[in-house]
Nanobody, 124 residues
Framework: VQLQASGGGLVQPGGSLRLSCAAS????????IGWFRQAPGKEREFVAA????????SYGDSVKDRFTIAKDRPKSTVYLQMNSLKPEDTAVYFC??????????????????WGQGTQVTVSS
């Protein structure tokens, strides 16, 4: 599974960005797709995840009520809508695909395939 992440950029605090994670048609079938982020000097942090087959998404505590993960089946793409952005959201954002069980959505080791990352910078 090859993943292509895009959509990062520079945004002011309080602003919004939408990240995209695209794969070839049918590639997401049977997988969960997760978003993680990593700031300089910090560990990779779970942001959100959703199963391609359905079910409720999962979110990291620091982004709940601000970020939304969504699927676009015809485009074989998963989006991460980020609202009310804060400077502490600044990081490289990665999308990943894997088959985690419910209790391991937040673990990077649960994902087999990773995109190249896209930089998000929140600054005035």
């Amino acid at each position: 599974v090859q993943l292509q992440a895009s959509g990062g950029g520079l945004v002011q605090p309080g602003g919004s960005l939408r990240l995209s994670c695209a794969a070839s048609e049918g590639a997401f079938s049977g997988y969960a797709i997760g978003w993680f982020r990593q700031a300089p000097g910090k560990e990779r942090e779970f942001v959100a995840a959703v199963r391609w087959s359905g079910g409720n998404p999962s979110y990291g505590d620091s982004v709940k009520d601000r970020f939304t993960i969504a699927k676009d089946r015809p485009k074989s793409t998963v989006y991460l809508q980020m609202n009310s952005l804060k400077p502490e959201d600044t990081a490289v954002y990665f999308c990943a695909a894997g088959r985690p069980i419910m209790s391991t959505y937040h673990l990077p080791a649960s994902y087999y395939y990773w995109g190249q990352g896209t930089q998000v910078t929140v600054s005035s």
